[in-house]
C-alpha cells in the first residue's frame, strides 16, 4: 500500500531563523494570509496491525450521517459535513460569538492492498475507525521451462 507507510518523526531538530517569515510570506503570497489551514482535513493514525490495517480519523462534532465513505477503485474517501447553526433563523439573533468551524472535510487513501469488501467502519465518540483487511499476499513460484 503506497500511503499505509510507518510513520517515522524527522529527528533532525535544526533551528530556522527565517522559517516564520517563510512561513507567513508564503500564506500572503497565496492570498492565504487570514485563513485558518486546519479546517479542510481532519487527523488520521494509521496502524498496522498484522492482517489489517485499523484507520482512526477524529470527527468530533459530527453525526453519523454526516459522514460518508465511498470506495472508487483503489481510492478510499472520508467526507463529512457540518452545517452552521448560526444559521438556523431560529438561532440567528442570539449568537453573541460564533468561532467553531464548518463546511466540508475531505481525505482520500490509497487502498490497493486492501480487500474492498471486507472494510467496516465504526463511529463512536467522535472518532471514525475503519478495519481494512490486507489482501492475501501472493508468493511468486519461480520454475524453470525446458527448452524444447
Not at 499476499?137 to 527448452?147: A, G, P, W
Request: proline share 3%; glycine share 6%.
Amino acid at each position: 500500500m503506497y500511503e499505509m507507510r510507518p510513520y517515522r518523526k524527522n529527528q533532525m531538530n535544526v533551528w530556522n531563523p527565517f522559517s516564520d517569515m517563510e512561513e507567513m510570506e508564503k500564506r500572503f503570497f497565496d492570498n492565504d494570509f487570514f485563513s485558518n489551514h486546519g479546517l479542510a482535513e481532519f487527523k488520521t493514525d494509521i496502524t498496522d496491525e498484522g492482517d489489517h490495517y485499523q484507520l482512526k480519523a477524529d470527527l468530533p462534532g459530527f453525526k453519523k450521517e454526516d459522514i460518508h465513505l465511498d470506495l472508487d477503485g483503489d481510492t478510499l474517501s472520508i467526507q463529512a459535513e457540518r452545517h452552521s447553526e448560526h444559521e438556523d433563523k431560529d438561532k440567528r439573533g442570539k449568537f453573541v460569538r460564533c468561532e467553531r468551524s464548518y463546511g466540508s472535510y475531505s481525505r482520500s487513501f490509497d487502498v490497493s492492498g486492501i480487500k474492498s469488501d471486507g472494510i467496516t467502519a465504526a463511529y463512536d465518540g467522535g472518532v471514525l475507525t475503519l478495519i481494512m483487511p490486507k489482501q492475501d499476499v501472493k508468493v511468486d513460484t519461480t520454475r524453470h521451462l525446458e527448452i524444447q
